[in-house]
Each structure stands twice: as structure tokens, then as C-alpha cells.
């Protein structure tokens, strides 16, 4: 059974940084493009960057564009989201995702909160 379990989230300053990590049990990880989304308070979930089944290629929205970075470790089975300098507006619900024609996995998310 296909799992994906976020973890890194927390509490952190305005300006701080984190680094979530989503490990992938279940199916071919290495054979899926993995993202990462995220849902604000009374808000709909947005997708913030994603990256090719190699790692090759990486997507970002403005809003992380400079200051999020998408990473992968297929031998891990792991996805990773570094996040630096981070605002208020970044408080939301994370969550990853693995997609591959047929098949679409998302996590159950891991809060970050930012404080101004």
C-alpha cells in the first residue's frame, strides 16, 4: 500500500528556515514526479515546487522561487523541501505528492507556522 509520511514542520521565526522531508513507502518511487503543496488557513491548496522522476528538473511558483528548493533521494525514497527565509504568508499545511499517469499519493501534511 502506497504511503507518504511528511515530517519536519514546526514553529519557526520569520526569516528562520526548515526542511520537510516526505519518505515514500509502497510503490516505485523512483518512477514518480513528487511535489510539494500547500493549504493557508481558509485557503485552497496550491502547489509550491515539484521535480522530475530523476531529479533532473525542478518547478517552483513565484512564491518559492529563491527561496525553497525541491530535492530528492531515490535510494531513500525520500523528497525534501528546504525553505529559507520564511514570511507569515508561508504559514500553511504541507503536504507531498506523488503522481504518475494512473496513480496520484498525497500525505497527510505537516504544519509549519510562521511567526512574524
Known amino acids: 500500500q502506497a504511503q507518504l509520511v511528511e515530517s519536519g514542520g514546526g514553529l519557526v521565526q520569520s526569516g528562520g528556515s526548515l526542511r520537510l522531508s516526505c519518505a515514500a513507502s509502497?510503490?516505485?518511487?523512483?518512477?514518480?514526479?513528487m511535489s510539494w503543496h500547500r493549504q493557508p488557513p481558509g485557503k485552497e491548496r496550491e502547489l509550491v515546487a515539484d521535480?522530475?522522476?530523476?531529479?533532473?528538473?525542478?518547478d517552483y511558483t513565484d512564491s518559492a522561487k529563491g527561496r525553497f528548493t525541491i530535492s530528492r533521494d531515490n535510494a531513500e525514497n525520500t523528497v525534501y523541501l528546504q525553505m529559507n527565509s520564511l514570511r507569515a504568508e508561508d504559514t500553511a499545511m504541507y503536504y507531498c505528492?506523488?503522481?504518475?499517469?494512473?496513480?496520484?499519493?498525497w500525505g497527510q501534511g505537516t504544519q509549519v507556522t510562521v511567526s512574524s
Open positions: 521535480i522530475s522522476p530523476t531529479g533532473g528538473r525542478a
Open positions: 505528492r506523488a503522481q504518475r499517469y494512473g496513480s496520484d499519493y
Open positions: 509502497g510503490f516505485s518511487f523512483s518512477s514518480f514526479t
